[in-house]
């Protein structure tokens, strides 16, 4: 059965270093989406993408945020400047349409030192 | 209060005992979906819920959908200590499709 596959599993970073997340959707999706998790806390919606464009955002998903899909395959979530609220286990999904279920990566965890 | 909110919060039962699990709701939806979440580990897919539905079964789970009460329940039957997870309903809000996702349930099945 196809899987969201997302790389890194885990990244450790410093305070105010640049990370990038990638995500490899299923291969007919074609909404998709950054969510978080904070320890101990709900799952957080960022971003939704559809059509190389962002669609829609939460205002956790300020300028240092940025998703793209710079080869037509890998769907990024870039964090220009790596705070320390950062932190937090980073889940990309997908679905084939936006009336169907979404499915979702195993996750990157991040660390912010 | 939020949108997707499940009781209870923690569910402690015997392998073999069924659980459930409840989530409400304050916007209209579409659809309402569960998701189960292992410890530290990814979002799985359980079962779709459309809001024309009343009732849905998927091996031994069983949700239903109550659009005028807003709320949905989760039924495990004959749990497995394999069932032990967090537990979450998400909806899509009515204008977008991004998943609202509630506190979760944690669900302890002891062998």
């Known amino acids: 059965e196809p899987e969201v596959t997302q790389t890194p599993s885990h990244q450790v970073t410093q305070m105010g270093q640049e990370v990038i997340l990638r995500c490899v959707p299923i291969?007919?999706?074609?909404?998709f989406y950054w969510y978080r998790q904070i320890l101990g806390q709900k799952v957080e919606f960022l971003v939704s993408?559809?059509?190389?464009?962002?669609?829609?955002k939460s205002e956790i998903f300020d300028d240092q945020f940025s998703v793209e899909r710079p080869d037509g395959s890998n769907f990024t979530l870039k964090i220009r400047s790596t705070k320390l609220e950062d932190s937090a286990m980073y889940f990309c999904?997908?679905?084939?349409?936006?009336?169907?279920?979404?499915?979702f990566g195993p996750g990157t965890r991040l660390t912010v030192t | 209060s939020q949108q997707g909110e499940e009781d209870p919060q923690a569910l402690s039962i015997q392998e073999g005992e069924n659980a459930t699990m409840n989530c409400s709701y304050k916007?209209?939806?579409?659809?309402l979906q569960w998701y189960r979440q292992n410890s530290g580990r990814g979002l799985v897919h359980l079962i779709l819920?459309?809001?024309?539905?009343r009732e849905k079964h998927s091996g031994r789970l069983r949700v239903t959908l109550d659009t005028s009460k807003k709320s949905s329940s989760l039924l495990i039957t004959a749990s497995r200590a394999a069932d032990t997870a967090s537990y979450f309903c998400?909806?899509?809000?009515?204008?977008?499709?991004?998943?609202?996702f509630g506190a979760g349930t944690i669900l302890r099945v002891k062998s």
């Open positions: 999904a997908t679905n084939r349409d936006r009336e169907n279920e979404q499915y």
């Open positions: 916007t209209s939806i579409n659809n």
């Open positions: 993408f559809y059509n190389n464009e962002i669609s829609e």
């Open positions: 819920i459309r809001s024309n539905e």
């Open positions: 998400a909806t899509p809000l009515e204008y977008g499709n991004k998943l609202v």
């Open positions: 291969s007919n999706h074609l909404y």
